[in-house]
């Protein structure tokens, strides 16, 4: 595998790990919808390295959105956005969000089983409940993230630290092409800073080496500094890449 083909894979992997409610393949671009909620699983990705320009598809792109009656994001991965940039500028595309790919090798992240922090297979109603309080979904937000987490098909496992009868600490796992994605870690705001969320990704770390998985990659928001500062000691080192959205202006929709 070269340096090259990490990140393509990598944005594979984070596909399969937050699955979108529906899909569509469009001359190597995936677009994704999930009714408006995030804009990761609502937005226009390339898939591959011969994906097609961004002139020969955009109206095409911009027809699909329109029917499903959202407006066209496009998220733009930083090692093609010397070719989506200005095209999409020319359209009138906002900039809007900034994301970091964090990526480590398995054997130097601190994997280790915690039997205090639960694993299961499938997310279940109580740890739905508990993302939607520790996450401050809203109903319809809460209502989407249930039906993408329930349709994840790789190997999952889904995370919970309990303290005092109540889940503080929260996230999951998925594995696929050899890596594992962390989603969704977050730690009750009350608790941080005591090494809760060091436990959760630490026994998911060890769940996804059982499952063959040689690399872990995240991603965390560009400008949360302490979430980026934790992750690089426990071993996610690499900042493999950047991405970002451009949106479509309203008066284009």
């Known amino acids: 595998m070269t340096d ?3 990140p393509w894979r990598i944005e594979a992997v984070c596909f399969n790990a937050f699955p979108s409610l ?18 990761r699983a609502n937005s226009a990705n390339p898939l591959h390295p011969g994906f097609a320009p961004v002139h020969a598809v955009i109206d095409q792109i911009e027809a699909v959105y329109r029917r499903q009656g959202q407006p ?8 093609v956005a010397a070719a ?27 994997a280790a089983p915690d039997p205090s922090v639960e694993l299961s297979a499938e997310p ?11 996450q401050g979904h809203t109903e319809a937000h809460r209502a989407v993230y249930r039906r993408i987490v329930e349709a994840v098909a790789v190997p999952a496992a889904f995370a919970g630290l309990r303290i005092d009868g109540r889940l503080v600490a929260l996230a999951y796992g998925a594995v696929s092409d050899g890596l594992l994605c962390y989603e969704s870690v977050v ?21 996804a080496r059982a499952e063959g998985a040689r690399g872990v990659c995240l991603q965390v928001e560009a400008g949360n500094a302490p979430a980026r500062a934790l992750y690089e ?5 690499t900042e493999l890449y950047r991405y970002g959205y451009r949106r479509q202006p309203e008066a284009a929709g």
Do not use: H, N
């Not at 989506?84 to 601190?110: I, K, N, S």
């Open 84 to 110: 989506l940039d200005a095209p999409l500028t020319e359209r009138g595309y906002g900039r809007e969000g900034e994301t970091c790919v964090l990526y480590g090798a398995m054997d130097a992240v601190a």
């Open 4 to 6: 090259a083909e990490l």
């Open 124 to 134: 279940a109603p109580e740890w739905l409940a508990g993302m939607a309080e520790l």
């Open 22 to 39: 529906k899909q569509a393949i469009l001359d190597g671009w995936l677009l994704r919808f999930s009714k408006g909620v995030s804009r």
């Open 233 to 237: 000691r426990f071993g996610l080192t």
């Open 187 to 207: 730690t009750d705001a009350a608790r941080r800073r005591q090494g809760l969320g060091w436990r959760v990704v630490a026994s998911l770390a060890a769940w």
């Open 72 to 79: 066209t994001i496009f998220r733009v991965p930083s090692f």
